[in-house]
């Protein structure tokens, strides 16, 4: 009966400091002052994959409306991306797809782009320099990073007005 009492203060003292939700309390009781523990002690697996699929779930709705209110392509094509990947993750990559055999990210690029995610920036500076043609190192560099030249750029001087506002084409008029 001793170390009863000890558990019992022991277990008021750390649910002082250490304050749980009230529902687990009882449960908390049952294995830490009665030292009963049971199988319904132990969290439940059931419960577990359920708020997983849940988040999931949540994370691909997200998804779906921000890829609907995307009006850039490419930004649109990422969340395409997110997409598949928060899906075949959840449920495994049907077998449908061209690359079954790989993580999910990889089919879900594949599927969107036709291309592994490795492949995807060599793609993008292919098709720059073959619409650019020998014009390309004047807008990148060796590393495929743009340059940006300040003869671009709109100088930084006021321009007079070309055309008279209303009130002074009125006057000139009066005059």
């Known amino acids: ?44 697996e059931r ?12 994370v691909v709705a997200y998804l779906e409306q921000a890829e609907k209110n995307e009006i850039d392509p490419w930004l649109r094509d990422d969340l395409r991306i997110a997409w598949i990947t928060a899906k075949w993750s959840q449920h495994g990559v049907p077998e449908w797809a061209w690359h079954r055999n790989s993580p999910p990210h990889s089919a879900a690029t594949y599927q969107v782009l036709n291309c592994l995610p490795d492949e995807v920036w060599p793609r993008i500076v292919a098709k720059r320099k073959a619409k650019l043609g020998s014009e390309y190192s004047r807008f990148y560099d060796v590393n495929d990073r743009a340059i940006f030249s300040s003869s671009v750029k709109k100088p930084c001087a006021s321009e007079r007005r070309r055309t008279p506002r209303k009130n002074d084409a009125s006057e000139n008029l009066a005059a």
Do not use: G, H, K
Request: hydrophobic share 55%; aromatic share 8%; glycine share 0%.
């Open 1 to 44: 009966m001793n170390c009863f009492v000890v558990r019992l203060a022991v277990w008021f003292v750390t649910l002082a400091l250490f304050p749980i939700p009230v529902t687990l309390i009882p449960r908390s009781f049952e294995v830490e002052v009665l030292q009963r523990i049971t199988l319904a002690a132990l969290p439940q």
């Open 47 to 58: 419960v577990l994959v359920e708020t997983e699929q849940e988040r999931t779930e949540r």
